[in-house]
Nanobody, 123 residues
Framework: QQQLVESGGGLVQAGASLRLSCVYSKRTFSNYAMGWFRQAPGKEREFVAAISGYGGTPYYADSVKGRFTNSRDNAKNTVYLRMNSLKPEDTAVYYC????????????????WGQGTQVTVSS
């Protein structure tokens, strides 16, 4: 059974930083592109960042570019999302997702999802 488990969320003040982690229990982890998405109350789930299986140049949503850093450690089956200069509008449940091979920013192209971790940024 494929399982993705996020951690690292929490309640922080604006301007603070958090690092989210996602462990994917898949033997062939490096064959999977990993994406981060977020969903705020009453809003659609939206793309945040994605990285290829071999850890090439990540892709970012314009709203987080320059503040968030997506990386992965294939030896640990883990992908990270470092979030700096957090804003209240970053408040959401953050999900990691996996898809074979190619990176995508489309949530419908990711078949495997974690349960999500809450990030709340107070002003």
């Amino acid at each position: 059974q494929q399982q993705l488990v996020e951690s690292g969320g929490g309640l922080v003040q604006a301007g603070a930083s958090l690092r989210l982690s996602c462990v994917y229990s898949k033997r062939t982890f490096s064959n999977y592109a990993m994406g981060w998405f977020r969903q705020a109350p009453g809003k659609e789930r939206e793309f945040v960042a994605a990285i290829s299986g071999y850890g090439g140049t990540p892709y970012y949503a314009d709203s987080v570019k320059g503040r968030f850093t997506n990386s992965r450690d294939n030896a640990k089956n883990t992908v990270y999302l470092r979030m700096n200069s957090l804003k209240p509008e970053d408040t959401a449940v953050y999900y990691c997702a996996a898809r074979p091979h190619l990176v995508s920013y489309l949530k419908n192209e990711y078949p495997y999802w974690g349960q999500g971790t809450q990030v709340t940024v107070s002003s």
